[in-house]
């Protein structure tokens, strides 16, 4: 059961435009929602979170927004730059019998276009 | 300061064999651990060792298995492979676990090929 789903496995955007990566959740207990972003040959790397107290936060050029209502959480990347070719992970955090664990998504791989 | 470390970096076995992968965590993380990057799948949990135990374990076959020593530094074996065990494995450590205010910190992983 994919518990967090990234349902666009890819993404093509032109330089200098916003790119909007997407990502659902089913379970209501998530308390964090994270964004790894992974090179080829690379380990993941921790990009921005939001806590499911707010809505939104940003950082620079990225921006999360949560929507609890429908389960659902956004990055936008405004405007995108050759370097954010990369493939992004939905990850979400939640207690299970006292450990916090992360679930991530399945992942989408950005593409942009110079 | 230094990473994480994973060894090795690439390998290839054949069936039936067994694997042990390695990571060492960044100094002063006590948490670390594992997944399994395959293509359509993202990174499914393995299980995760804090201070030597294993505190959080995946959904995947008793095939898999790990220890953390006391230096944290842990290790993965996989006995008798299968094909569909080729995959990156990941490794990523933490001060405390992963969660939003304690963010992981992966390697670069080890892919692993079973022919």
């Known amino acids: 059961d994919q518990q967090v789903k990234q349902n666009s496995p890819s993404l093509s955007v032109q330089e200098g435009r916003i790119s909007i990566l997407n990502c659902d959740y089913t379970?209501?207990?998530?308390?964090?929602f994270l964004w790894y972003k992974k090179y080829p040959a690379e380990g993941p790397t921790f990009l921005i979170s939001?806590?499911?107290?707010?809505d939104k936060n940003e950082d620079g050029r990225f921006t999360v927004f949560l929507n609890k209502s429908a389960k659902h959480l956004s990055l936008h990347i405004v405007p995108s730059q050759p370097g954010d070719s990369a493939v992004y992970f939905c990850?979400?955090?939640?207690?299970?019998?006292?450990?916090?664990?992360?679930?991530f998504g399945t992942g989408t791989r950005l593409t942009i276009i110079p | 300061k230094a990473g994480v470390t994973q060894t090795p970096r690439y390998l290839i076995k054949t069936r039936g064999q067994q694997v042990t992968l390695s990571c060492s965590p960044i100094?002063?993380?006590?948490?670390v651990s594992w997944y399994q990057q395959t293509p359509g799948q993202g990174l499914q949990f393995l299980f995760e060792?804090?201070?030597?135990?294993?505190?959080n374990k995946g959904n995947f076959p008793g095939r898999f298995s790990g220890r953390q020593f006391s230096n944290s530094r842990s290790e993965m074996n996989v006995s008798t492979l299968e094909l569909g065990d080729s995959a990156l494995y990941l490794c990523?450590?933490?001060?405390?676990?992963?969660?939003?205010?304690?963010?992981?910190?992966f390697g670069a992983g080890s892919r692993l090929t079973v022919l």
């Open positions: 379970n209501s207990m998530f308390d964090y």
């Open positions: 990523a450590s933490s001060f405390q676990g992963g969660s939003g205010a304690n963010v992981l910190t």
């Open positions: 939001i806590s499911s107290i707010k």
């Open positions: 100094s002063g993380h006590r948490s």
């Open positions: 990850a979400a955090s939640a207690v299970f019998f006292g450990n916090e664990k992360l679930t």
């Open positions: 060792y804090f201070s030597e135990t294993q505190r």
